[in-house]
């Protein structure tokens, strides 16, 4: 199965800062099928970006996703109080579908 | 709006099964799939399977596959998954997840259930 390492484990921030997480895959994933989800405290994942840079329905243009292959990106261009929050990265080109183990994103 | 709806925390104690359904709404159910995902205390997401709301085909993570069984109510555009034989490592977040794949998936997840707390202690 494919492992996903993402880096950093934490990364402190201020808000209004740029923020760039990284997704770094064991092989190559398929068709760049790759999202980005972002889950707060006691919440339930929200699906940010799939197939590598598509935002979702709804999210805000300050988050947008780049990369292929096996090294993959999430930017948050300027961070908001409600950024501030775990982001795991998913493979879904091969199963089993693997999630990395987060990125926590904290205040400063 | 498109939902899904979980039922409630359970408490089993090992070796016994755990049985969560997940009522979706808001979208046509046989044309999407629904994946399951769970997440242990303090710990990353793990996908269990997948099955198709169109015909009931599955796909499970080896890991569980011997022990979980996911099927669907397409009458009540609701999903089950039932864990069989729990230790204290299935203790986690049981969340249903709407899949764009009603062929052939697990693909990417959106939206998410509200997740099921499942607590195995003896």
């Known amino acids: 199965e494919i492992v996903l390492t993402q880096s950093p484990g934490t990364l402190s921030l201020s808000p209004g800062e740029r923020a760039t997480l990284s997704c770094r895959a064991s092989?190559?994933?398929?068709?760049?099928?790759l999202a980005w989800y972002q889950q707060k405290p006691g919440q339930a994942p929200r699906l940010l970006i799939y197939g590598a840079s598509s935002r979702a329905t709804g999210i805000p243009d300050r988050f947008s996703g780049s990369g292929s292959g096996t090294d993959f990106t999430l930017t948050i261009s300027r961070l908001e109080p409600e950024d501030f929050a775990v982001y795991s990265c998913q493979q879904y080109g091969s199963s089993p579908s693997t999630f990395g183990q987060g990125t926590k994103v904290e205040i400063k | 709006q498109v939902q899904l709806v979980q039922s409630g925390a359970e408490v089993k104690k090992p070796g016994a099964s755990v049985k969560v359904s997940c009522k979706t709404s808001g979208y046509t159910f046989t044309s999407f799939g629904v994946s399951w995902v769970r997440q242990a205390p303090g710990q990353g997401l793990e996908w269990m399977g997948w099955?198709?709301?169109?015909?009931?085909?599955?796909n499970y993570a080896q890991k569980v596959q011997d022990r979980v069984t996911m099927t669907t109510d397409t009458s009540t555009s609701t999903a089950y998954i039932e864990v069989r034989s729990l230790t204290s490592d299935d203790t986690a977040v049981y969340y249903c997840v709407r899949d764009p794949r009603v062929i052939g998936g697990p693909n990417y997840f959106d939206p998410w259930g509200q997740g099921t707390l499942v607590i195995v202690s003896s």
């Open positions: 099955i198709s709301g169109y015909n009931g085909d599955t």
């Open positions: 092989q190559s994933v398929s068709s760049n099928k």
